[in-house]
């Protein structure tokens, strides 16, 4: 049972290449990097197995979250969204979450490394970039996807945006000397990064990304100038080939000109944000990845990291009471499951039997001394803080859910921090 964390925790920087290799080997035939819409998730969840009032009260969530969204709009779903270009960048970085389990692979080998390792394992992963296999045919395939073909670079591209490697990456794609297949698929990767997630890229980064993108725009046009001449002089050399490569040149040229269009908007956004006093706490935004990261380091269950995704999917400024008590309730949840899957694995390594319920749990901890008694009472105090909010009234909705929002996030990186520090593993 215990074998594969025996093998990461001996593993050298070439084992985890190796690794590497074979999950985006892996992803190139079966690809798993996808976007969800955490609140339509959540409605159908209800609508199988939630109750008659439930099911009420998630249909009138829906239509005030609708009004709110898009007014008198139409509602676009998100097929809709990547047939557009350039594509329409979400003003809310929550309305939809990223998900695949091969980037929760890869990430689970790079926080094994040592930091001096993670630039060579971040090279070895970006070779792919300019130096791509063929991809591969599906049958049925799916987004992103050009002319029936997948790729892996659309996981290296969000692999390295949330890790904090977009530099590197732009490095990676100006590199390349000439079109395909991958590349196409990489940069309309970028386009979704941008349009759903803009936040992962600093203001200053987007302002950088055009520029750099610019010789990859300089040698398509210079290729596709010339195979166009040929064409036009009815040259031999004009071959089946040519036109393919000519049609990917293409293709990154108007990829690139919507990625252009997508980062004037969100430098807008960050504009926005920023006059209306409503920018992102960056060290926060930070510490959610952080714990999000350590989440899955530690092999706690998927539901923690989807109950912090709920809790941000209702969480922005223009929020309604309903959508902010839900954010509230959230992350409740979160806080109590992140002590409850803890203390209940501790106590199956001791060989040991507790209550699982919110309070036993935190006993327990402090007892096993992953706590103090005076770090009990504090979480003790925010859990109740939270479930009294989330239940009754609330005077200023949006300060009360931005204050807990950052102190649970906070509170998480330090409590996950200790566990990681003793060498805690949740034990299946």
């Not at 990456?169 to 100006?174: M, P, R, V, Y």
């Not at 000397?177 to 992962?200: H, R």
């Amino acid at each position: 049972m215990h074998a594969p964390d025996a093998i990461l925790s001996a593993m050298d920087i070439a084992q985890a290449i190796q690794m590497a290799k074979s999950i985006l080997d892996e992803e190139r035939v079966l690809p798993t990097v996808d976007y969800i819409d955490p609140f339509a998730e959540w409605i159908e969840d209800v609508r199988k197995k939630g109750t008659e009032t439930e099911l009420i009260s998630a249909e009138v969530a829906r239509a005030m979250k609708g009004r709110e969204k898009y007014g008198d709009e139409p509602q676009l779903n998100l097929d809709t969204e990547r047939g557009m270009r350039p594509r329409p960048v979400h003003e809310s970085p929550h309305d939809y979450v990223f998900r695949s389990v091969n980037f929760k692979l890869l990430l689970t080998l790079y926080n094994q490394l040592q930091e001096v390792e993670k630039d060579q394992f971040i090279s070895a992963v970006l070779n792919r970039v300019p130096n791509e296999a063929a991809s591969t045919r599906q049958k049925v395939p799916r987004f992103p996807c050009y002319q029936h073909q997948m790729s892996e670079l659309p996981l290296v591209a969000e692999f390295c945006v949330r890790t904090g490697r977009a530099k590197e990456l732009f490095a990676a794609i100006g590199s390349v000397n000439k079109p395909t297949i991958g590349l196409v698929l990489l940069l309309w990767q970028l386009e979704e990064i941008i349009a759903l997630n803009f936040n992962l890229l600093s203001d200053q980064e987007l302002v950088t990304v055009p520029a750099s993108l610019r010789p990859v725009v300089n040698m398509c046009e210079k290729l596709a100038a010339g195979i166009t001449g040929k064409r036009l002089q009815n040259s031999r050399s004009y071959s089946q080939t040519l036109q393919e490569i000519d049609a990917q040149a293409k293709a990154i040229i108007e990829s690139i000109k919507g990625i252009r269009e997508e980062c004037r908007k969100a430098q807008y956004f960050y504009l926005k944000g920023a006059l209306l006093q409503q920018t992102p706490n960056l060290e926060i935004e930070s510490d959610k990845a952080k714990v999000e990261s350590i989440l899955t380091k530690l092999g706690f269950s998927e539901v923690m990291v989807g109950a912090l995704n709920a809790a941000e999917s209702d969480y922005k400024s223009t929020s309604s009471p309903f959508e902010l008590k839900n954010c509230l309730g959230h992350l409740r949840s979160f806080l109590e499951h992140l002590h409850r899957e803890a203390a209940k694995s501790i106590a199956a390594v001791a060989k040991e039997t507790i209550t699982d319920a919110w309070g036993p749990a935190i006993l327990y901890l402090r007892q096993k001394t992953y706590m103090t008694k005076q770090h009990e009472t504090f979480v003790a105090s925010l859990y109740t803080l939270i479930s009294d909010e989330s239940v009754h009234a609330m005077g200023t909705e949006q300060e009360y859910a931005r204050l807990l929002r950052n102190v649970v996030i906070e509170y998480g990186v330090m409590f996950l921090t200790v566990l990681d520090k003793n060498n805690f593993k949740i034990q299946v």
